[in-house]
């Protein structure tokens, strides 16, 4: 996955449904084909909330802002990366293509 840039993003695909735990720590996502189920835990949800709702660089900033102690710092930035191609990976997201 390449990474995103300004006006990039991404999308929830189809064929799945989201059950998060009431105190959001984790949260079930049911595929329907192939039948699966998957565990999300905290850091993951975030992710999935961040990159499907918010512009990649927007996405990056929020994630960092919300997790990390030094949000200047390169961890959380990395950490977001991974999530978001793991995401990519489980067919849960999909990057939007943006008008030029």
Known sequence: MAEQGSGGAY????????????????????????????VLDRLTLLALELCTGHSWDTAVERFAEITARDPESSQARTKFRQLARELERQRLIARTEVAA
């Open 11 to 38: 999308t929830r695909t189809p064929g799945w449904t989201l059950s998060p735990y009431d105190d959001l720590s984790h949260a079930f996502v049911f595929v329907r084909e192939p039948i699966t189920v998957l």
